[in-house]
């Protein structure tokens, strides 16, 4: 029984634990970034779930819907590698690299309401 927990533990030192990530579709590899959207979405849903048989979940279910608008947010952000913005035109200008291409284009967001 000594010996099995040895192997266990040598194993896992040496190869690493294998954890259930969600696989990023872009690289085909586990992804720690796109787990907490995943794992967050899936406390949302069982907390809406659970938010019907029980309305003091109410505080519980928003703020894990917080979580996962947070996760989703910071996930798809991580690819941004530069960030402009210009307080004169009321622009932000984002720049990211894309794995298959070498730079994609930049997409500008500007305000309507400026004058």
Same mark, same amino acid.
């Given at each position: 029984m /000594?010996?099995?927990? $040895? @192997? ?6 040496t190869?690493g634990? =294998?954890l259930?990530? %969600? ?20 406390l ?6 659970? /938010?019907h048989?029980? $309305? @003091? ?8 819907i917080? =979580?996962?608008?947070? %996760?989703t ?5 991580r ?20 794995d ?5 284009p ?8 400026a004058t």
């Amino acid at each position: 029984m /000594l010996q099995k927990i $040895k @192997d266990i533990w040598k194993s896992w030192t040496t190869n690493g634990i =294998f954890l259930p990530f %969600a696989h990023d579709p872009t690289t085909n590899k586990p992804s720690i970034t796109l787990f907490f959207p995943y794992a967050t979405f899936c406390l949302s849903t069982l907390s809406i779930v659970a /938010l019907h048989f029980k $309305k @003091d979940l109410a505080i519980a279910t928003w703020t894990t819907i917080g =979580f996962w608008i947070i %996760a989703t947010v910071l996930y798809m952000l991580r690819r941004i590698t530069k960030a402009k913005f210009d307080l004169d035109d009321k622009s932000i200008e984002l720049d990211s690299t894309d794995d298959k291409e070498e730079k994609s284009p930049s997409s500008t967001v500007t305000n309507p309401d400026a004058t």
